[in-house]
């Protein structure tokens, strides 16, 4: 019915050029005395010809815009498939369309063009200043002390946000880096806490791992970085006490004695850029890290959860998925 009506409203010129063609002739036939009865087989002749008119002209225009929809589905053909124009005005918005259509595509292979030269130069960023970075740790590794101490966490934490930096660049285009497989938990629990034993070591925290049995299906690299970035947070917000890994059934958690998490804070830890009441007090906080990590955790189908309480830890929940999940892949 509403389509009937779309087609009513399109058409509306005709059907009152009609109207007012038949109110004019049976007008005139009653005004000149005229056999009304003739007048009134011509309106029946008018009225017949209209409505036939009408439904040849309809189902045309149904079955154009039966094409334009399916083309508007698919954003990609339309400057390719539009149907031939039927007078000047729908040629005139069809070159209006191919030209929006070329500029679109120019847009997107210099944007394409941006990101490849932004991935290229971030990776060498990177590259580069890790060579100054393990120049200035083997020279403090030959001066022992309190001082070279807190610059190795330093040079460290500059270590990992060039990491950072060049890791949320590829989240843009994730999928296209990833390698799914059988990933042995335990050891890349315990590669990641071996890497941040530096901060939990100088810190005076506890480490404690138990044993983590089971193969999960993931992306090793990808699910170290989620693994990393809760180790540095757990590090960050952990004064006294420490970290302990542990499974619970089939979930991984990772549970701190930190300073927590406010309750009006929990539901909005994942989203960017929002640092919190912790954050706030930690004028260093970006946000991004647990950001990032969620991103991560939902292309890998990864179930990440927090409970938390102010001055009592916060622990966090990874749930994997079953091998089915990537199936598809």
């Known amino acids: 019915m509403c389509k009937f009506l779309?087609?009513?409203?399109?058409?509306?010129?005709?059907?009152?050029?009609?109207?007012?063609?038949?109110?004019?002739?049976?007008?005139?036939?009653?005004?000149?005395?005229?056999?009304?009865?003739?007048?009134?087989?011509?309106?029946?002749?008018?009225?017949?010809?209209t409505v036939f008119f009408l439904l040849l002209d309809g189902s045309r225009f149904f079955r154009r815009l039966a094409h334009l929809r399916a083309l508007r589905a698919q954003p990609g053909a339309i400057a390719h498939q539009?149907?031939?124009?039927?007078?000047?005005?729908?040629?005139?918005?069809?070159?209006?369309?191919?030209?929006?259509?070329?500029?679109?595509?120019?847009?997107?292979?210099?944007?394409?063009?941006d990101k490849a030269e932004s991935l290229t130069y971030y990776t060498l960023w990177v590259h580069q200043i890790k060579t100054p970075i393990a120049a200035m740790r083997l020279v403090l590794q030959?001066?022992?002390?309190?001082?070279?101490?807190?610059?190795?966490?330093?040079l460290f934490k500059i270590e990992r946000y060039a990491d950072l930096a060049l890791q949320y660049i590829k989240l843009q285009d994730m999928a296209g880096d990833l390698a799914i497989s059988h990933c042995d938990l335990n050891a890349l629990?315990?590669?990641?806490?071996?890497k941040y034993a530096l901060l939990f070591v100088y810190q005076g925290l506890s480490?404690?791992?138990?044993?983590?049995?089971?193969?999960?299906?993931?992306?090793?690299?990808?699910?170290?970085?989620?693994?990393?970035?809760?180790?540095?947070?757990?590090?960050?917000?952990?004064?006294?006490?420490?970290?302990?890994?542990?499974?619970?059934?089939?979930?991984?958690?990772?549970?701190?004695t930190g300073i927590g998490i406010a309750p009006e804070d929990l539901?909005?830890?994942?989203?960017?850029?929002?640092?919190?009441?912790?954050?706030?007090?930690?004028?260093?906080?970006?946000?991004?890290?647990?950001?990032?990590a969620k991103r991560v955790a939902d292309t890998l189908s990864i179930s990440l959860s927090?409970?938390?309480s102010p001055g009592k830890g916060t622990a966090v929940s990874l749930s994997f998925p079953s091998g089915d999940a990537f199936r598809f892949m």
């Open 207 to 256: 480490l404690k791992i138990d044993p983590l049995s089971g193969d999960v299906v993931s992306d090793g690299k990808w699910l170290r970085f989620i693994l990393e970035q809760l180790l540095s947070n757990a590090a960050k917000y952990t004064r006294r006490g420490g970290l302990h890994i542990y499974m619970d059934g089939p979930r991984l958690v990772l549970e701190d």
């Open 82 to 113: 539009l149907p031939e124009p039927e007078n000047a005005l729908e040629a005139l918005y069809g070159d209006m369309l191919r030209e929006l259509a070329q500029q679109n595509e120019a847009l997107r292979l210099a944007l394409e063009q």
């Open 142 to 154: 030959k001066e022992p002390g309190p001082a070279g101490n807190v610059l190795q966490q330093e």
């Open 6 to 49: 779309s087609y009513l409203r399109y058409r509306w010129p005709l059907l009152l050029l009609w109207a007012l063609a038949t109110a004019i002739m049976l007008l005139t036939a009653y005004l000149g005395g005229q056999d009304m009865a003739l007048f009134r087989y011509g309106a029946g002749v008018l009225a017949f010809l």
């Open 267 to 292: 539901p909005r830890i994942f989203e960017r850029g929002y640092t919190g009441y912790n954050g706030r007090l930690d004028t260093r906080a970006s946000g991004i890290g647990l950001f990032m």
């Open 306 to 308: 927090v409970k938390s």
């Open 189 to 194: 629990v315990r590669e990641s806490a071996k």
